[in-house]
């Protein structure tokens, strides 16, 4: 799945004091099979965890992220990044981030040598939570390199409007992101709650019209 395609170009400064700990659920749907995400987010001082757990109803399949790391000036700066998909090993993978050195290694089937690792690079879970350390005002795209565990690819996303949007936790001003996909290409879109900038819906249309949903049903937030 790629509504992980979440990260942000870095070289913008806070613009509001993001919480210091995030509850949120959401309900998804992909081909017609309904699930839930739920995520914590938690800052202690200078270093943040997350963690998020994606359940098929039926108990179909189980999906475990966990990202871990520190937070400077900039926000985010991922350390350690793994990906288990219940029973599939196979599947399993790992980021781990040397600022160092500044190398990204990523274990997973294919074990791809250290590939060089840039400023501002994400995780697909670090992504999500990324937004609230941006200044979306007078800004029309975004641009961000970020990593699934498996590869490391360069995103770019127009902000196209602010908009109401209904979802089973309240209505939220949102700004909207477009992935502004060419033929044949996957698109995604993206809602973020306008007051904290955290998404409160996705959707990701694959280039064979398959469509994977993404809403937000509670949200809990403490400063």
């Known amino acids: 799945m790629k509504w992980f395609m979440i990260a942000c170009l870095l070289c913008t400064p806070v613009y509001a004091a993001p919480p ?12 017609g099979l ?6 914590t987010y938690t800052r202690n001082g ?5 963690s998020s757990t994606t ?5 179909l399949f189980k999906i475990s992220v966990a990202s871990r790391g520190l937070i400077n000036h900039l926000g985010l700066r991922p350390q350690h990044f793994e990906y288990k998909f219940n029973g599939r090993p196979d599947k399993d993978r790992v980021a781990e981030f040397d600022w160092v050195a500044q190398q990204l290694t990523l274990a997973n089937p294919a074990q791809h040598p ?8 994400q995780d697909r879970l670090s992504a999500m939570y990324q937004f609230m350390f941006i200044n979306f005002k007078d800004r029309s795209v975004l641009n961000f390199t970020m990593t699934d565990g498996n590869k490391l690819d360069n995103y770019h996303y127009a902000i196209v409007s602010r908009q109401k949007l209904d979802t089973p936790a309240g209505q939220f001003d ?16 993206i ?3 306008s007051e904290y900038n955290l998404p409160c819906q996705m ?7 398959d469509q994977y949903t993404q809403k937000l049903s509670s949200l809990k937030i403490l400063p």
Do not use: M
């Open 174 to 189: 949102s700004i909207y992101l477009d992935s502004q996909a060419k033929p044949g290409e996957s698109r995604t879109e």
């Open 55 to 59: 359940v098929a109803l039926g108990g």
């Open 114 to 121: 250290p590939i060089a690792l840039q400023e501002g690079t």
């Open 203 to 209: 959707i990701i249309t694959d280039a064979n019209g």
């Open 46 to 50: 200078d270093h943040y965890t997350l």
């Open 34 to 39: 309904p699930g839930k995400i739920d995520e």
């Open 191 to 193: 809602w973020l709650s």
């Open 20 to 31: 210091d700990s995030v509850q949120a659920s959401y309900e998804i749907s992909k081909n």
